[in-house]
């Protein structure tokens, strides 16, 4: 399975960019879902997360303005960025527990992806 993400680029501050994310593979199914970013001179850190069952969970720093999102249907998921500030500025990554089925399920394995990262830039 892999994870190919789209959207980012270089947006105002105040402005607004959607992130997406889609998983494709063959015999999968996906967990839990997140986001995470890496900043300049800064840590890899968990912006948003999304379980398969729609519960999410943010960063202090994004509540309210972000909002994690996932069609389970097309294994894709989503953030949207709302009222962006310079220090929004990051890589976004995003992220997947998925479970790769075997014809036998007692040979299933379990694993971390991550996609290809995408470029958000805040001007101010």
């Known amino acids: 399975v892999r994870l190919v993400q789209s959207g980012g680029g270089l947006v105002q501050a105040g402005g607004s960019l959607r992130l997406s994310c889609a998983a494709s593979?063959?015999?999968?199914?996906?967990?839990?879902m997140a986001w995470h970013r890496q900043g300049p001179g800064n840590q890899r850190e968990l912006v948003a997360s999304?379980?398969?069952?729609?519960?999410?969970n943010y960063v202090d720093s994004v509540k309210g303005r972000f909002t994690i999102s996932r069609d389970n249907a097309r294994d894709t998921l989503y953030l949207q960025m709302n009222s962006l500030k310079p220090e929004d500025t990051a890589i976004y990554y995003c992220?997947?527990?998925?479970?790769?089925?075997?014809?036998?399920?007692?040979?299933?394995?379990?694993?971390?992806?991550w996609g290809q990262g995408t470029p958000v830039t805040v001007s101010s």
């Open positions: 999304i379980t398969s069952g729609g519960s999410t």
């Open positions: 992220y997947a527990e998925a479970k790769l089925h075997a014809l036998s399920p007692k040979y299933d394995r379990n694993r971390e992806v």
């Open positions: 593979g063959s015999r999968f199914s996906i967990n839990d």
